[in-house]
């Protein structure tokens, strides 16, 4: 009894940082800088670990339990959602192509974020950051894992969704959303933390996380809606873990300003280009569509992003760079991106389509200074080939930029005619970028970006050919060699979506699930 | 009865992905775990060197000396993914929360004797630090480890460390208070008795290679902790002279410990049954930091007074190196 009235009753956060970095201790049988090896060569200071302030307060007995119950919850509706049928209820198949992309394009950078994670929770040496660090990690595989399981039962019904590890290290396009995460990952922790901690999970998840759980919502799947929003109070912590990352970094040390700023034009034009495909997912593949990408960029970057910005000018931070030609790009980039994919739709793991005339006259109105004046005509002049039985597949292979691996497809800043080229010579060697960004992000660390593995070379180089290829052996068909090297089965999960066994398929299950014919 | 409740029934034209298909031999139903972690990690194709270790690519077997023709060989017998973890470990935080509020409620801390009280404190205190220890290993095995299935158990591992020196963290609170867990920091940083597994659990944290500190943590520093300190001293020592609340308060660690035993067990097994080199270099492994780590823990076992802690120690190696050799290794 007397015991406890002499207890002394610690508030929260003194709680917290018992349960936490108390656990730590300053070594004296090992260096520091041998504990931590990674923690310098950044260049980043870091006076006082013992400023971080700790984003949220969560112990492992309160962590296992909530999560434990959004997991009991998600993965009843997951079953029910599968056992009722519930793919027969999207929108139109044309719908599942999106979650193709989300699976084989994005699912995979959430396995990679759990690896950085574990990374940066082992190399900072303030605890308070390992631990939120740690359970980020934690979480991402969680996002991994829910995401394959949500999305298992659409590949037991349709196509494209089949090799997902595999295509995400071989396939072209894919390779953009990969060399993303492979250059954070590489990256030392400080930059990986401004990198998705900040500049991906803070500044652009509303434009990556939302569109397509919201698009889920909008289009009849459950099983990802209900993914998406179980992973919401996640996001939100992890939101914080970012904001917090690059508050203590800036508080530091002044020196870090210059550090942190590069980073974050170099991850926001980064990230920002890696979200072509779902300006493209947004405005094109969602039967339903929740808005256009140019008012998402509005709403989630200008505005959202500008009061980030206004409120980070205290530490010196300025917005990022190349903003202006972004905001002259967001009427242009989804349909260039789809009109690339419309092309080369013999080579990629979904379908692709020209939109109906309705949805001609939705991206008219949402796009009235460009869509009528560039886009729609090749959208009909394409249309019109196809019905003539012309469907236009381009079979040579794209050059692409050396930094973000997209196609050249983006047009000059002021003149959406013209196709933007930039060079720069490396060593003897001449290198392309798509912009004056990719092209700045390339000079700062040549060493780093001449080492891409950019599939277009790789091709040409004869390394994406099956084992015991002989590209010498008559009528050798290159196309169809590097599609068997890519797993991607060619008429099924290729092509256009008019004649598809998707469309195919949908059509005949959703007729036997709702008549009785 | 049999009610015959039907559903619309279409045919799949798969059961499962290619690459889990390859795995398990068919194109099969698969499961959760299955789905969830074969072939995740990148293999081929990276972009860039990490520019933190410019000698490996980013994941790389490389990075350790055990050699497997196949890293998803290693399978987590518990089939633990995401989901069947956290719904594993939040059963056990209902019994660790129900055993907590039992003791609280009933306040069965104070009617500990406090000698026995004392001895708790000095003996399960420092090891908040070892379980941090086990937290940072953890991570880096998951971190620079290669194959899914054998690094996600590692981020489970991890964050179950942290747990267990949370748990650890509230005893302290709720036997003593703050200085107490300054008293066993000191006694951590300090204390005679303590600086053989601080210099142990230090010298852990620089070992690179994935394996050898899976090997030099999981098994041999967390194989003999955890059967010395919990299973003998505080179930079958403290608790007979009158500390069952302590084992009450620790069931979570010996129940842990028994869980992911098997799991430690089967990945020893398979690596070890893969290649006589790999067999010698965790028998080398486990010769060196078995017997540091035995080392360590005997000033430990002597804190629990009126025992033969030598003939203790002595039994849990024993018992340690049977379970070894029950995984193909002998030392």
Not at chain 1, 462 to 470: K, L, M, S, Y
Not at chain 2, 212 to 232: I, K, S
Request: charged residues 25%.
């Amino acid at each position: 009894m007397d015991m406890q009235a002499t207890k002394k009753k610690l508030n929260l956060k003194e709680k917290y940082r018992a349960m936490t970095r108390d656990l730590d201790w300053n070594p004296s049988y090992q260096k520091l800088e041998d504990i931590y090896p990674y923690a310098s060569y950044e260049g980043v200071k870091i006076h006082d670990w013992e400023k971080w302030e700790d984003p949220f307060r969560l112990t492992m007995d309160a962590y296992w339990k909530y999560q434990a119950e959004k997991e009991r919850k998600l993965y009843a509706i997951i079953d029910a959602y599968a056992q009722n049928n519930g793919h027969l209820n999207v929108t139109d198949a044309r719908y599942l192509n999106a979650i193709k992309i989300l699976l084989t394009g994005v699912t995979p950078l959430e396995y990679m974020a759990h690896r950085g994670f574990a990374h940066a929770g082992r190399q900072f040496p303030g605890a308070g950051p390992r631990v939120a660090c740690l359970m980020q990690s934690l979480d991402e595989i969680r996002h991994a894992q829910t995401q394959i399981h949500s999305l298992s039962n659409y590949n037991k019904f349709y196509n494209g969704f089949h090799e997902f590890t595999h295509m995400f290290e071989r396939v072209w396009f894919l390779s953009v959303s990969r060399s993303f995460f492979d250059d954070a990952v590489s990256a030392g922790p400080f930059e990986f933390i401004v990198s998705i901690g900040f500049s991906f999970e803070y500044v652009l998840t509303n434009l990556l996380f939302v569109p397509f759980v919201s698009g889920a919502a909008y289009n009849g799947d459950m099983g990802t809606m209900t993914f998406g929003f179980s992973a919401q109070s996640d996001e939100a912590r992890h939101m914080t873990l970012g904001l917090e990352a690059i508050k203590f970094i800036l508080e530091q040390d002044p020196a870090n300003v210059p550090i942190v700023q590069r980073w974050i034009d170099k991850w926001t034009w980064r990230g920002y280009r890696v979200l072509t495909l779902v300006a493209m997912m947004m405005d094109y593949m969602l039967p339903k569509r929740i808005m256009s990408w140019k008012e998402a960029w509005e709403v989630y970057f200008e505005e959202n992003g500008g009061a980030l910005f206004k409120d980070l000018a205290r530490y010196g931070i300025r917005p990022p760079k190349w903003l202006d030609q972004i905001a002259q790009d967001k009427d242009h980039i989804s349909h260039q991106a789809w009109c690339t994919f419309y092309n080369y739709a013999l080579a990629a793991n979904f379908h692709t389509w020209i939109p109906s005339e309705e949805e001609m006259d939705w991206l008219a109105r949402k796009y009235p200074n460009s869509f009528d004046k560039y886009y729609r005509p090749r959208l009909e002049y394409w249309r019109e080939q196809a019905a003539q039985g012309n469907r236009f597949y381009n079979k040579t292979l794209p050059m692409l930029c050396q930094t973000c691996q997209i196609p050249m497809l983006f047009t000059e800043p002021g003149d959406p005619t013209k196709i933007c080229y930039r060079e720069a010579d490396y060593k003897g060697e001449k290198y392309h970028f798509c912009s004056d960004g990719c092209k700045e992000i390339f000079e700062n660390e040549p060493e780093k970006y001449i080492q891409a593995w950019l599939p277009v070379h790789q091709v040409y180089q004869g390394n994406c050919f099956p084992e015991g290829t002989d590209p010498t052996a008559e009528g050798f068909d290159p196309l169809a060699a590097v599609l068997r090297y890519y797993h991607l089965e060619s008429g099924r999960d290729n092509l256009d979506f008019e004649g598809s066994e998707d469309q195919r398929n949908f059509a005949a299950w959703r007729g036997q699930a709702t008549t009785n014919a | 009865m049999h009610i015959d409740l039907r559903t619309v029934s279409i045919k799949p034209l798969r059961q499962t992905f290619d690459h889990v298909a390859r795995r398990i031999g068919a194109d099969k139903p698969a499961s959760r775990y299955q789905e969830g972690s074969f072939d995740l990690q990148a293999t081929t194709n990276f972009h860039y060197r990490p520019t933190w270790d410019p000698d490996h690519k980013l994941f790389d077997a490389s990075r350790s000396a055990i050699r497997m023709a196949d890293w998803y060989a290693f399978r987590d017998p518990r089939q633990f993914y995401y989901g069947a973890y956290t719904l594993a470990r939040a059963k056990q935080q209902d019994a660790a929360e129900a055993n907590f509020d039992f003791v609280e409620s009933r306040q069965l801390a104070d009617a500990l004797p406090d000698e026995l009280k004392a001895q708790a404190l000095a003996l399960l205190l420092p090891l908040r630090h070892v379980a941090w220890g086990g937290n940072t290993n953890n991570a880096a095995i998951c971190a620079y480890g290669y194959g899914t299935t054998f690094t996600q158990p590692c981020i489970f591992h991890a964050l179950d460390h942290l747990g267990i020196a949370q748990y650890l963290t509230r005893i302290g609170l709720l036997f003593g208070d703050t200085e107490a867990l300054a008293e066993a920091k000191r006694a951590w940083l300090e204390d005679e008795r303590w600086q053989g597994l601080r210099r142990y659990v230090e010298d852990s944290f620089v070992i690179k290679d994935p394996f050898e500190l899976y090997v030099a943590q999981n098994v041999a520093l967390d194989g003999l902790l955890y059967a010395l300190v919990y299973e003998t001293l505080v179930d079958d020592v403290l608790a007979t002279r009158g500390g069952t609340t302590l084992a009450l308060l620790t069931q979570f660690m010996t129940e842990w410990f028994a869980e992911t035993r098997k799991w430690v067990d089967a990945t020893l097994k398979t690596a070890a049954a893969e290649s006589a080199e790999n067999k010698a270099q965790l028998e080398k492994w486990l010769r060196l930091w078995g017997e540091r780590a035995a080392a360590a823990l005997l000033p430990i076992a002597r804190i629990v007074p009126d025992l033969d802690s030598d003939a203790v120690m002595s039994d849990v190696v024993q018992q340690f190196n049977a379970r070894l050799a029950k995984a193909g290794l002998s030392l």
